[in-house]
C-alpha cells in the first residue's frame, strides 16, 4: 500500500522520427569555420549537366529576386536532436530547376558550400516542393551560425544534406557522394527509417565505395 501508480509517459510527438528528441534553442552544428560573406564575390552557381550545357550564375541582387516561398517544416539532425516547426522563407529548389532545367539523364545533384562541404541528393529530393534555400528561419534573416546568407532545408531528410552557406547546386548523371556520405554517414539519409550511417544501406541505396 502507498505504493504510488507510475505517472503514464507523455504521449511521444508524432512529428518526431524514431531516436530523435525535440530541441529548445537552436544549436549552430558544422564541421569548420563559419565563412564570412563577401557580398562582392558572392554567387550561386549552377553547373554541370544543365540543359543548355552552360552554367548558370546569380549574384547576391539576382539572387534575391527569385521567386520566394515559405514552408512550415522540422529539422533532424542525426545526432538526435530535432527542431519542431520551423518556417523557413527563400526560394524553391523547384524555381532553380525550372529556371536551369537539367539535361535529360541527370538523376542526382550534389550541393556545394562554402570551404568545399557538399551533399548528394535524388533528384526526386532536390525537386521536392518542401526543399528549399532558406534565407530566413521564423520571419528572422539567418545568422551567419546557421548558414546566412542561404541554406538549403531538405524536410524529409536527416540536416546534413542540408549544406549552410550553400554557393553551388551540380547537376550529375550518376551518384557520387558528398562530404559526410564519404565518412560513414547513410547515402540516402531518410530519418523516418534510422538511415543513418553508411553501414546500414542496402544494395542501391549508394554508388560503392
Ligand atoms: N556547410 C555546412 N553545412 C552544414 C553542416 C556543415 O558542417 N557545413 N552541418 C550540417 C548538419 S550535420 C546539421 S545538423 C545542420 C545544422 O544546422 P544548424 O547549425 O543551423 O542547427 O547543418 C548542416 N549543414
Ligand atoms: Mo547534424
Redesign the pocket.
Known sequence: MGQSEQEPLPPSDPRLPPGQRAQRG???????PVPRFKPLTWELQVFGATASAEKHSWDFAAFNALPRTTVRAD?H???KFS?LGNEWTGVPAAAVLDLVPPAPGVTHVMVW???G?SANLRLADFADPRTIFATHRNGEPLTV???FPV?LIVPQL???K?????RAVEYMRADRRG??EERGYHNLADPWREQRYSYQEEPGDGPLR
Open positions: 537552436w544549436p549552430a552544428l558544422h564541421y569548420g529539422l539532425c542525426v545526432t527542431m558550400a562554402e570551404y562541404y551560425e546557421h548558414g541554406r536527416y540536416a546534413w542540408g549544406p549552410k552557406w550553400v562530404f559526410w
